[in-house]
Every structure is written in C-alpha cells, then in structure tokens.
C-alpha cells in the first residue's frame, strides 16, 4: 500500500497542477512563477520573491491537491518497511521524507497569500527536510535495491540541496524562479514516483509459489 500512496500522490499533484495551471486566464509559466501561486486564493500583483500577478481561479483544488500529496507522502514513507535498511540512521531518514510529506500538507492548508509564515515553513520543510531526507535515502536503501537507484537517489538528494540553495540566494541560472524552485522541490517527487512504481512492479512480479506459506503446501504429505 506504501507504493501505491507514493505513486497516487505524485500522479494526481502533476494531474491538477496542469488542470489549474490551464485555468489561468494569463498564462502560466513554469519558469517565472511559483508552484504556491497556483494556490493562491487572491487575485494580485505580487513582488517577492519577482514580481509577477498571480490570479489563480481553481486554487482550492491545487490546495487540496498539494494535502492529498503530503499525506499519501507520509503515509508511503510509513508502509515501504522493506525498502529500507534497519537501524536508526533508516528511521532518521523515513523521518526528514515524511517531513517533506507535513511541508506539503502546510502548504496546502496555509496558501502563500494568506498565511505567508506557515506556507514559508511549509515549503522550508519540502524543500530543506525532504531534500536532506532524499540526500540521505541513498545510502539507507535496502540491500536488494539496485545500484543506480541507489546513486541516483544521491544524486537528486544532492541537486535538489543545490537547487534550494539558489532558489534562496536568487541565482536562477537562467531558469527562472519557478525553474529553480522546480529543480528544489520536484527531485523528492520524482524519486517518490520512480521507488513506488518499482515496489509496485515487484509485488506484481511476485510468483505466488515463492511464498513461504505455498512452499510448505507443495511439500509431499509425509516427508
């Protein structure tokens, strides 16, 4: 069920986030705004951190959207046991992802334009705590993942920290604001997709006759 939350959650974010980005009646753009300006409830010129306006007619899907991604987030992070090495240092990692899974929940309780310190921490928490959490995750992946997804995931967990801190100094590097905060924020996203749609593909792959419970009802009565 962990896979299947993380997957649902990543697929329906990018679902509505292109349904409400098409409900603007001034185009969009990935490069100059916001993700949070889609869940914007007011209708305004807005100056931090670029100004851009920001009108948003179907911002209360994107705000329900970005609460369902954080809790099928958290909840992924607490189900997928068996991806993980044990120990403490795995709990400590599950722990800073299912944070990035809170920031999200924040952020879609407490839109931008109407509780900017709450949506602030939301998106400190996706975009810092989920990123360590990512950075993380590639050396905490059980022994049975394979080698690129494991540096893979460093490799996200490490752009997605680069990102972050250039999206905060302002140094787009000619992506744009919302391209910069793109490459903070969608790393742990797309890592989310990719582990639980490989999760899901191995519990469908499972042949039922390599379970332990249908080894024992093979053995011959007798032996």
Partial sequence: MGYSAWVAGVVQFFAVHLFVESAWARPYSWAWNNISDLGNAHCALQSDPEPRYVCSPEHAAMNASFIALGTLLVLGTALTATLWCRGAASAVTRFLLAGAGVGFVL??????????????????????TGNIGLLLAGA??????????RWGTRLLGITALTAFGLFLSRHYLGLG?????????????????????????????????????MRIAQVPHGQ
């Avoid at 407490?110 to 939301?122: F, S, T, Y």
């Avoid at 905490?140 to 997804?149: F, H």
């Fill in 107 to 128: 952020a879609g309780l407490a839109p931008a334009d109407v509780h900017e310190n709450q949506h602030a921490l939301g998106a400190l928490l996706i975009m810092g």
């Fill in 140 to 149: 905490r992946l059980a022994e049975d993942v394979p080698g690129p997804l």
């Fill in 177 to 213: 604001m919302g391209g910069m905060e793109r490459v903070a924020a969608f790393p742990l996203l797309a890592w989310a997709l990719v582990a639980g749609s490989r999760g899901l593909f191995r519990q469908q792959t499972r042949t039922p006759d390599t379970t332990p419970e």
